[in-house]
């Protein structure tokens, strides 16, 4: 298999994975959730899901993001979602990196 089909692989599926989730989150987080529409909802975007090939996924992001998505199949409560949710997102956040430019030009001299 080429090297390229590959990586093209993996990007879709993970983007299908990312869209899939964005989609749940912001389901859960409305102030008017209702169970049975989110449900429809899940169902309707796994259907994306359904069409792209998975792929073997190595990175802590991405396996938190795909246990997320196959968690949502799972009778789990809205707090429990929102909470995997939350936590899928701060891992995502940890990835970048930020440069302590300046962490010096504001320490306090003793």
Excluded: C, W
């Excluded at 959730?33 to 792929?55: C, G, S, T, W, Y």
């Excluded at 998505?69 to 909470?83: D, F, I, M, R, S």
């Amino acid at each position: 298999m080429d090297v390229v089909e590959e990586k093209t692989r993996r990007v879709k599926y993970i983007r299908a994975l990312e869209r899939v989730a964005k989609a749940a989150i912001s389901g859960l987080k409305r102030a008017d959730f209702d169970e049975v529409a989110f449900k429809e909802r899940v169902r309707k975007n796994m259907q994306v899901l359904d069409k792209i090939e998975p792929v073997y996924l190595d990175q802590p992001y991405t396996k938190a993001l795909e246990a997320f998505v196959n968690g949502l199949l799972t009778h789990a409560t809205k707090e429990q979602l929102l909470k995997s949710a939350n936590a899928l997102e701060k891992l995502k956040n940890q990835r970048t990196y930020k440069k302590d430019k300046h962490k010096n030009k504001f320490k306090e001299e003793r």
